[in-house]
């Protein structure tokens, strides 16, 4: 069954990892995904999204091995 969940990135992070855990996700370049939240960041939504995404999308969870 499909068990893929969305996390903020802990190893492709700038900010807050929102941009890497999405690009994760996606399977998609993260570069890409940060040029977008730029795009977007120049308005005050896309600025508002990524802001209420870093506090809604949980941290990636760390496996001990």
Known sequence: MFDKKLYRSVNNKMLCGVCGGI??????DATLVRLAAVLLGCTGTGL??????????????????
């Open 23 to 28: 690009g994760e996700y996606f399977n998609i």
């Open 48 to 65: 508002l999204a990524y802001i209420v995404a870093a506090i809604i999308i949980p941290v990636e969870p760390v496996n001990p091995a």
